[in-house]
């Protein structure tokens, strides 16, 4: 059975790879640089709650299973369809 412990590492260590994955992907860069650039983002606080917000649309379509849907109009984790759901947000 794995103590609080060890679930704690677990957690943790998905959090560094998943974080060095997104830090590390040119293309992900080139959308988020492109989506603030499109939106006439200058702000960074702004920037980064853009950013704080695209993750979240991508976590809840991966929680609920919508990158099985790849290329389909209801794959909310492309990056198409999270531009345009940031887009409607941030009119």
């Not at 998943?18 to 960074?44: F, H, T």
Request: glycine share 6%.
């Amino acid at each position: 059975m794995q103590g609080p412990s060890m679930v704690n590492e677990s957690v943790s260590h998905l959090i560094d790879h998943k974080a060095r994955l997104m830090r590390n992907s040119q293309n992900y860069r080139k959308y988020l640089s492109e989506l603030v650039k499109d939106l006439g983002i200058a702000d960074p606080v702004e920037a980064a709650l853009l950013g704080a917000v695209d993750a979240m649309i991508y976590d809840l379509a991966t929680a609920l299973d919508f990158t099985k849907q790849k290329g389909s109009v209801s794959d909310w984790s492309s990056y198409s369809s999270r531009g345009a759901i940031i887009r409607r947000i941030w009119k």
